[in-house]
């Protein structure tokens, strides 16, 4: 079955860290770029970053920049999200995606392969 896991969600406390893992079932994961996003409850998904399948060209939105930093182990078929400086407003579902793409600009508008199915990160003030 082809899929992507994400894990390492959880309940934090505000400033506090998580690491958010992306694994690749069934297929390749170096041979895509992969994008984190997020929906927070009666909100719109929103694409939050972005990494081609090298890992030479990753985009970053305004909102999390600083504080969130997205990488990938190909060795282990997995993509990271570490987040640093968490805040109450960081809260929200996390879902990783993958597709075959040369660079990040824009990738919030890309149309991704697969999707992962969420990971709650719930960040108390």
């Known amino acids: 079955q082809l899929q992507l896991v994400e894990s390492g969600g959880g309940l934090v406390q505000s400033g506090g860290s998580l690491n958010l893992s992306c694994t690749a079932s069934g297929f390749t994961l170096d041979n895509y770029g992969v994008a984190w996003f997020r929906q927070a409850p009666g909100k719109e998904r929103e694409g939050i970053t972005c990494?081609?399948?090298?890992?030479?060209?990753?985009e970053i939105v305004d909102s999390v920049k600083g504080r969130f930093t997205i990488s990938r182990v190909n060795l282990k078929n997995t993509v990271y999200l570490q987040m640093n400086s968490l805040k109450p407003e960081d809260t929200a579902v996390y879902y990783c995606?993958?597709?075959?793409?040369?660079?990040?600009?824009?990738?919030?508008?890309?149309?991704?392969?697969?999707w992962g199915q969420g990971t709650q990160v719930t960040v108390s003030s």
């Open positions: 995606a993958a597709g075959r793409f040369g660079g990040c600009l824009k990738f919030w508008r890309i149309e991704y392969s697969y």
């Open positions: 990494i081609t399948s090298s890992g030479g060209n990753t």
